[in-house]
């Protein structure tokens, strides 16, 4: 069993897949990881992150079993993986290793923006979530302020905004739904609302495999 859970930044797909995983007992990836770790490791080594043959050969050295979401959750990490992640070499890289880790046994949740057209266009289950800018952004400003540095909501907000352009405006895989995603908008759903649906759907894939 594949799940395929796709979405914009802060709609709360990474909660959302970690509860689903946990109650499976499936294993998790967050594919925006993958991304980030190239793009931390260019940034480590003091590589440019305009170099598609640098970061292609970066890329094909990601270790899934290192990933560490508190060392590459920092916001610089983000936005440089966005960058890299329009190179199709990139993508390649980072898709084959993403494609090898969704077959582990007994069923697997990958979340990220081109799960379910791209790396599993297959998956039984898809699921796409979504939120309005303002409530992504409000949802960011409120994390950050929670683990005490300062943050200016209309910064995020444009940062947010950006964020989305570069990822549903790239030409390779760019972030879309799936014809056939389930679509779990979370403005006005708590995340725990938004399990409960998605564990109903998954439960009645589970019945047909
Ligand atoms: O979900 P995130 O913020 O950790 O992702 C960081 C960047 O990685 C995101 O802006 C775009 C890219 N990404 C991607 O292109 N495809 C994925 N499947 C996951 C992330």
Redesign the pocket.
Known sequence: MIIAIDGP?AAGK?TLSRLIAEHYGFHHL???????AAAKALIDAGLPLNDEDVAQKVAGEVELADLDRTVLSKHEI?EA??KI?VMPAV?RALVEAQRSFSKRSPGTVLD????GTV?CPDAPVKFYVTASTEVRARRRYDEIVAGGAPAEYDAIFADVKK?DE??MGRDD?PLKPADDAHLLDTSEMSIEAAFRAARDIIDAALKKE
């Open positions: 930044a990474g967050d594919t925006g990881l993958t991304y980030r983000g993986a966005s992640a993508r990220g923006r081109d799960i790396v964020r570069r990822d895989s």
